[in-house]
C-alpha cells in the first residue's frame, strides 16, 4: 500500500508540471481532496523527488501569485452574468 502512496505523488507532480494545473485543478482531475493532493506534492514528493518537487514548486509559487487576478476575474464574471 505505501508504494501506491508515493507513485500518487510523483503522478500529481508530473500532472501539475505538464499542465500548469492548480491544487484545486489536479484534485478536482484525480477525484482526490486538495488537501491529499497538497500533502503528497509539498511533503511526499520533497523526499522522494527532490527535482520533481522544485519544479512543482515553481509551478505552484506562480498559480499563488495569480490568484488573486484569477478570483477577481471569476467575480467579475459572475455580476456580468448576472446583468
Do not use: W
Not at 37 to 45: E, G, M, N, Q, Y
Amino acid at each position: 500500500m505505501k508504494g501506491v502512496v508515493e507513485e500518487r505523488a510523483v503522478e500529481l507532480g508530473v500532472y501539475i508540471i505538464e499542465n500548469n494545473a492548480t491544487v484545486r485543478a489536479t484534485a478536482k482531475k484525480f477525484h482526490i481532496s486538495k488537501s491529499t493532493v497538497h500533502k503528497d506534492v509539498a511533503c511526499r514528493l520533497r523526499t522522494l523527488d527532490p527535482h520533481l518537487y522544485g519544479q512543482v514548486r515553481g509551478v505552484l509559487e506562480v498559480n499563488k501569485a495569480q490568484r488573486h487576478i484569477r478570483g477577481g476575474l471569476a467575480t467579475r464574471e459572475k455580476y456580468q452574468q448576472e446583468r
